[in-house]
């Protein structure tokens, strides 16, 4: 196992997947690149990386999705499609170093995560699926990794189920859950993902997010599921089970809300969300 240091200095972002769900709405445009507001889904997750002060990003990607290197290595290009986003952009570009790996089959997000372990070596590392957009944004990777410093334990982000983005969600992220203090869970099992829609049992019932903080280690207990796992996808389910069962997992509510915009109800009720806030705001009566 690998000597870790204390710092999380890395975030990984998975977008290597092929994104079925949202061909309806864009067939030729992959999902983190989709506008959310005035730029694409997956400058979120690169800007929840710089405001919690990590400066090292690796994206992982495939060959038809060189549109979202161009993005972010291409400023005439940003111009053109996200002009109200070069500000932003612009101080990626200045204060991040952005590394592009490829995933060349689809063998699922963990094998997409392995990947980067000769990049991130013993550094502790966030993870960020870009189809998870928490808002306000940015805020919650600085959140999740004040509890990661205090617990030195891996930590999953988790969102309340609300009104307001219930239809919104795939049937994944369902975790048992039993407190520890203020907003901090054990988490007890992660379950298998499952079809249709996220129906929630109780509630205010919690499911993680697809925003996670990890030590070096995974890399090591992704080695050992993968031997497990001779053919098909390799998925987080498993791998974190077993970190959950060897080391312990926990849990860090988040006060925001956070929509899935890797679902197509997920990404209308996000631009609905931000078009009432933007409202809200413009008129004066955001509360």
């Not at 809300?257 to 209308?268: A, L, N, R, S």
């Amino acid at each position: 196992m690998k000597l870790m240091e204390d710092e999380t200095t890395y975030l990984i972002i998975p977008a290597a997947g092929l994104g079925k769900r949202m061909k309806p709405v864009n067939p030729k445009m992959p999902k983190e690149m989709l506008p959310i507001g005035n730029k694409p889904a997956i400058q979120y997750a690169v800007g929840e990386g710089l405001s919690a002060g990590i400066q090292n990003i690796v994206i992982i990607i495939n060959r038809e999705k060189e549109i979202i290197r161009r993005y972010f290595t291409d400023r005439r290009f940003r111009q053109e499609f996200f002009p109200s986003a070069l500000g932003d952009s612009r101080k990626i570009e200045n204060e991040c170093l952005i590394t592009f790996l490829y995933q060349e089959d689809p063998l699922g997000e963990s094998d997409a995560i392995s990947l980067a372990e000769d990049v991130v070596g013993n550094h502790i590392a966030a993870i960020i699926y870009p189809d998870n957009i928490y808002l306000p944004a940015p805020g919650a990777l600085k959140i999740l990794k004040a509890a990661f410093l205090k617990y030195k334990k891996d930590i999953a982000a988790l969102t309340e189920v609300r009104e307001e983005n219930v239809y919104g969600f795939g049937n994944s992220g369902r975790v048992d859950l039993s407190p520890l203090e203020d907003n901090i869970f054990y988490i007890k099992r992660f379950l298998p993902k499952g079809n249709g829609y996220f129906v929630p049992r109780f509630k205010g019932e919690l499911r993680t997010c697809g925003i996670v903080i990890s030590s070096p280690y995974i890399f090591e207990y992704i080695k050992r599921i993968r031997e497990l796992v001779a053919d098909g996808e390799l998925t987080d389910v498993p791998v974190r089970s077993l970190i959950l069962k060897e080391k312990g997992f926990l849990g860090c509510r988040l006060p925001g809300i956070v929509f899935d915009i890797g679902h197509p109800e997920g990404y209308k009720l996000c631009l609905s969300y931000i078009e009432k806030k933007t409202y809200q705001k413009q008129s004066g009566t955001l509360v």
